[in-house]
């Protein structure tokens, strides 16, 4: 089961170097466009477009990749 994610919630992820954490800054619920990528969202299926702390770069994230953080 994913976690129920919202705008602001703290979430980590896992990328080739490790985990790392950021905010969720949107829920994704239609294809969208991100860096030249696209993002095959939808109602049914959505992604979150997340912010990495560290590099402040964005990227989008099924729910099932992202793990939700306390605090």
Known sequence: MSPKL???DRVSW???QGRTR???KQ???S???IK???VKATRT???YLVESERTGAEAAHRP???RKLSG
Do not use: F, I
Request: net charge positive; aromatic share 0%; no cysteine.
């Open 36 to 38: 030249g990528h696209v």
């Open 14 to 16: 896992s990328t080739s």
């Open 31 to 33: 294809t969208t466009r």
């Open 22 to 24: 950021g905010k969720v």
């Open 64 to 66: 099932g990749a992202l």
């Open 45 to 47: 299926n959505p992604e």
């Open 27 to 29: 829920r994704l619920t």
């Open 6 to 8: 919202k705008r602001g």
